[in-house]
């Protein structure tokens, strides 16, 4: 599977806005709707909080939105909270049927 | 309520196997898309298998490709991931999860630890 990029790590202060990109290829995040944001808490599951690119499941803060233009999607958290440090992982369906996830990114809330 | 419970994993020699399960409550596991995923110690996510909800297509990842079988038992509601000719880089986190629609991801069990070492 092709390999999608992310930034290794992002900061921002409390109450700032963020964003974490997300870079593909037509192969991937390019050519399907189909992607996703995971946050990720030390030593727990993965929590879906974007699908299909900019919908958010039930109970998922407004705070969280995500967007894509080309081959890149974004995930944007408005209003940083302490409770947003984690690490967040986009994943986009491929041209194969499967799932490729990017490299992961830490967001460190000042 | 929807639960995943994965069990199976543990400590074994590289070339080994090793079968993980993954016990379904509150829905029935043959109605949805199931997959695999996996977090090695201090790295990231990695897809590894999926079965379709009608059970007609399995994919697998390039890194277990061959190695690797994904299987349902319906009437144990059970989804288990039968992992031959394990390697070192085998050692990770396994979690199992629901498709609910096209990659809607939103239960996940909480994972089994499956360590590779000689």
């Known amino acids: 599977q092709s390999a999608v990029a992310q930034p290794a790590s992002v900061s921002g202060s409390p109450g700032q806005s963020i964003a974490i990109s997300c870079a593909g290829t037509s192969s991937d995040v390019g050519g399907y709707n189909h992607v996703s944001w995971f946050q990720q808490h030390p030593g727990k599951a993965p929590k879906l909080i974007i699908y299909d690119v900019s919908n958010r499941p039930s109970g998922v803060s407004d705070r969280f939105s995500g967007s894509k233009s080309g081959n890149t999607a974004s995930l944007t958290i408005s209003g940083l909270q302490a409770e947003d440090e984690a690490d967040y992982y986009c994943?986009?369906?491929?041209?194969?049927?499967?799932?490729?996830f990017g490299g992961g990114t830490k967001l460190t809330v000042l | 309520q929807v639960q995943l419970v994965e069990s199976g994993g543990g400590a074994v020699q590289p070339g080994t196997s090793l079968r993980l399960s993954c016990v379904a409550s509150g829905f029935t596991l043959s109605s949805y898309g199931m997959h695999w995923f996996r977090q090695g110690p201090g790295k990231g996510l990695e897809w590894v298998a999926d079965?379709?909800?009608?059970?007609?297509?399995?994919y697998y990842g390039d890194s277990v490709k061959g190695r690797f079988t994904v299987s349902r038992d319906p009437s144990r509601n059970t989804l288990y991931l039968q992992m031959n000719s394990l390697r070192l880089d085998d050692t990770a986190v396994y979690f199992c999860a629901r498709d609910d629609a096209s990659y809607y991801f939103n239960y996940w069990g909480q994972g089994t630890l499956v360590t590779v070492s000689s």
């Open positions: 994943a986009s369906c491929t041209s194969t049927n499967t799932l490729v």
């Open positions: 079965v379709w909800a009608d059970g007609t297509h399995k």
